[in-house]
Structures are given as C-alpha cells and as structure tokens.
Nanobody, 120 residues
Framework: QVHLVESGGGLAQAGGSLRLSCTASGNIFTPSTMGWFRQAPGIEQELVATISSNGNTFYGDSVKGRFTISRDNAKNTLYLQMNSLKSEDAGVYYC??????????????WGQGTQVTVSS
C-alpha cells in the first residue's frame, strides 16, 4: 500500500507562484511514474504533468512553459512549481503514482488533493 500526501496549495494572485509537494510512503516500487492532475468544478479532470523515475516529463498544453514538475527519488517526493498562475489554474490538485509489477499488473494511487485558488 502507498500513501500520498500533498501540501503547498493555497491562495495566489494571478501572475504569482505556488509550489506543491507530494510525499509518498509505503511499498513504492520502481520504476514508477508520478504526476499531478487537477479538478475544477464543472470541468473534467485534467492531467497537469507527469514524470518518470528517470526524469522524463510530460506537460499538459495549458501549463507548458509555466509549470515545472520534478521529483526527488531519495525522498520519495514529487514537486510542482507553478509560475505565472492564471485563474484557470485554480482547482484541486491531486498527486498520482503508478507502477507495474511483472505478473501482477499495474497499481496506481492518489493523494487526497490540495486546493489551489488564484485571485485576479
């Protein structure tokens, strides 16, 4: 079992910055992919960014050039640096971890979410 705990959400002004963190604990197997998703009211859940164990990253189109995802494998911690925030970046941000074990299949876990609010 893996437990993910996010932190760092809060209120920021448009154009400002926030940094989210997600710490994973439990039986974490590698290689794994970690990522951030967000959910705003009335809007479908959106993939923000993902990062693999070896550092390969992927960003959703809406955050490219503004957000940076990173991870510290030694600390089992995932980060999301969010710059140039826009009102449409507001929502609940969820940390996600997935890995696959040969012969056992894929496993994925979610954090409880952290709220990001952007004031204009």
């Amino acid at each position: 079992q893996v437990h993910l705990v996010e932190s760092g959400g809060g209120l920021a002004q448009a154009g400002g910055s926030l940094r989210l963190s997600c710490t994973a604990s439990g039986n974490i197997f590698t290689p794994s992919t970690m990522g951030w998703f967000r959910q705003a009211p009335g809007i479908e859940q959106e993939l923000v960014a993902t990062i693999s164990s070896n550092g390969n990253t992927f960003y959703g189109d809406s955050v490219k050039g503004r957000f940076t995802i990173s991870r510290d494998n030694a600390k089992n911690t995932l980060y999301l640096q969010m710059n140039s925030l826009k009102s449409e970046d507001a929502g609940v941000y969820y940390c996600h971890l997935e890995y696959e074990l040969p012969s056992y299949g894929a496993y994925d876990y979610w954090g409880q979410g952290t709220q990001v609010t952007v004031s204009s």
